[in-house]
């Protein structure tokens, strides 16, 4: 690993936890929809699992991120990487995951996302209850009303690399991704009038899976509700379904790999950097 980099790399996204005023409803849906089983755990929350893939749902507002968790590679590293962020003023707290191993720590974004950080749990090679589709967790995206503090938080505090940002004239910041492994961007955020979860998305093996979670979804007679089409950034064929709560969830393909090198690029803000092929949805 390069000097230049935060010991955070490399870091890969490996769970959600979504909140919900009506989880059974959410759970029933994550089940059928991304093909996953169900464990019930304490305090009434449920781990759904399948391949590549893991969300963790329990009671809260609905719509909601409870926390995003990362695993790094060793021990070594996650013990660097605490180091660091107590050098950059951060003060790490415990972990909320079920789902960490090793010494596991948590941080809040300066919107109170959560975030936390281990090694994956033994035997975690394998989940539980896997499905025929591939799709694997990839990353979230939050919009937030503060997205300096955001960005700065990100890259220059815990150690993400930009990939993109998306410009207004004048050189505003309207959307900035961000990685924390050689895949385009484990995180995003996006310029809009409040802070909240703006999606979440499973990276799928070419256009054809694409093909086939549209059949998947189209069978539970779930409309497809953004795409197909194909971000300018990042590149990737996409779509995006809603779920029960009005939380999107995205499908993707081919999203394009950043050596730790590659500078960041920039786009116009507009709705080619969202969709080269047609309509975007526009945050601001």
Request: glycine share 10%; hydrophobic share 40%; proline share 7%.
């Amino acid at each position: 690993m390069s000097d230049a980099l935060s010991p955070l790399w490399p870091a890969r996204l490996h769970h959600i936890r979504r909140n919900s005023d009506q989880p059974e409803r959410l759970v029933d849906f994550f089940r059928e929809g991304l093909q996953l089983s169900v464990e019930a755990l304490a305090d009434q929350v449920w781990l759904l699992r399948g391949r590549e893939r893991r969300v963790l749902i329990g009671h809260g507002a609905p719509a909601s991120l409870g926390f995003a968790g990362f695993v790094l590679e060793t021990a070594d590293q996650l013990a660097a990487f605490r180091t660091h962020v107590e050098g950059q003023g951060l003060t790490p707290a415990a972990s909320p995951s079920p789902l960490l191993d090793g010494d596991a720590f948590s941080l809040a974004d300066p919107d109170g996302n959560r975030l936390a950080f281990g090694l994956p749990p033994i035997g975690d090679e394998a989940p539980a209850g896997d499905g025929p589709l591939a799709g694997r967790l990839q990353h979230f995206v939050v919009a937030s009303s503060g997205l300096d503090p955001m960005i700065a938080f990100y890259r220059d505090q815990l150690g993400f690399l930009v990939s993109d940002y998306v410009l207004e004239e004048g050189g505003e910041v309207t959307a900035c991704f961000l990685r924390s492994d050689p895949e385009h961007h484990s995180f995003a955020v996006f310029r809009a009038p409040e802070a909240r979860l703006d999606h979440h998305a499973y990276e799928t093996t070419g256009w054809l899976d694409i093909r086939d979670w549209a059949d998947h979804f189209a069978a539970l007679r779930v409309p497809l509700w953004w795409g197909p089409g194909r971000h300018g950034v990042g590149n990737n064929l996409f779509f995006m379904v809603e779920d029960p709560d009005g939380s999107k969830v995205e499908l993707s393909a081919e999203l394009e790999i950043c050596p730790p090198e590659q500078d960041a690029g920039e786009w116009e803000h507009g709705e080619r950097a969202l969709n080269l092929w047609g309509s975007a949805w526009m945050r601001s």
